[in-house]
C-alpha cells in the first residue's frame, strides 16, 4: 500500500506524516552518499517510514481543536492502549514489518543511544541519528533538536529527557553516532537539511510499503 494511503488509514496528522517522511528522507540522502560495508535499505527506509505510528497517543487533548480527531485519537487509547512504543511495534508488525526491521525499530529509541553507540548495527545507527535530526519544524542540528528535547519533556517525569544528567550523556552519545554515520558518508552534518532532502521526500510520498 502506498505510503500516504496508509497514514490517511490511521488518521494520522499532517505533522506527523511530515516527520516520518523528513527521517526517511534523511536516510536516503546519507544512504546515497555511503562509503561503508553494505547495509539494508529497504529495512531503513521501512522503518523510517512507519516508526512513529503509535505517536497519535502522545499528543494532548487539549492541543486538538478538531473533535473528529480527538474520537479518532480514543479509538487508538481503546484498540492499542497507551504506550507509544508498544504501538509502533504492534502497527510495524500488522503493516509487514519483519523481525530484522522491528529490531531496527525497537534499537533506534533515543533511549538506547549508549547501546546504540556501542553496536556495530549502522542500519540502527543511520535511524536513530536521523530520527535525533529532525524536529517538528524540520531538520535542524542534533544539538539543537536535542536541547529542544530536554525543555520539551522537562515536566514529563517518565520521559529520559526529564533528568538532566541523563539527558546531557544521551546527547554525548547522539554526537557520538553522528561521528560514527558521518565517518562512512560523503557529507558532513550541515549538508543534511531541509533543502538537500526535499526531492526525497517527493520520491518517497510514491513509497509502497
Known amino acids: 500500500m502506498n505510503i500516504l494511503k496508509i497514514y490517511n488509514k490511521y488518521h494520522l496528522p499532517e505533522n506527523l506524516q511530515m516527520h516520518m517522511l523528513r527521517v526517511a528522507a534523511c536516510t536516503n540522502l546519507i544512504l546515497d552518499n555511503w562509503t561503508g560495508k553494505p547495509i539494508d535499505r529497504k529495512a531503513i527506509t521501512r ?4 516508526h512513529d505510528m503509535g505517536n497519535m497517543v502522545k499528543i494532548l487533548e487539549e492541543e486538538i481543536q478538531d473533535k473528529d480527531f480527538i474520537e479518532v485519537r480514543r479509538k ?4 492499542y492502549g497507551t504506550n507509544d512504543h508498544e504501538i509502533n511495534m504492534l502497527i510495524g508488525k500488522n503493516l509487514g514489518l519483519n523481525n530484522k526491521e522491528l529490531e531496527i525499530l525497537d534499537g533506534k529509541r533515543s533511549r538506547k543511544n549508549e547501546q546504540t553507540a556501542k553496536s556495530s548495527n549502522y542500519e540502527i545507527k543511520i535511524c536513530a541519528y536521523c530520527d535525533q535530526r529532525v524536529a517538528p519544524d524540520g531538520v535542524v542540528s542534533l544539538k539543537e533538536r536535542l536541547e529542544d528535547a530536554k525543555i520539551r519533556y522537562k515536566d514529563k517525569p517518565l520521559s529520559v ?6 539527558a546531557n550523556q544521551l546527547i554525548k552519545l547522539a554526537l557520538e553516532i553522528e561521528e560514527q554515520v558521518m565517518r562512512y558518508c560523503k557529507l558532513k552534518p550541515e549538508d543534511i537539511n531541509n533543502q538537500s532532502i526535499q526531492t526525497y521526500i517527493d520520491r518517497l510520498k510514491e513509497y509502497e510499503i
Open 76 to 79: 487508538y487509547f481503546e484498540e
Open 161 to 166: 529527557w526529564s533528568n538532566e544528567e541523563k
Open 47 to 50: 522503518v523510517s517510514l512507519l
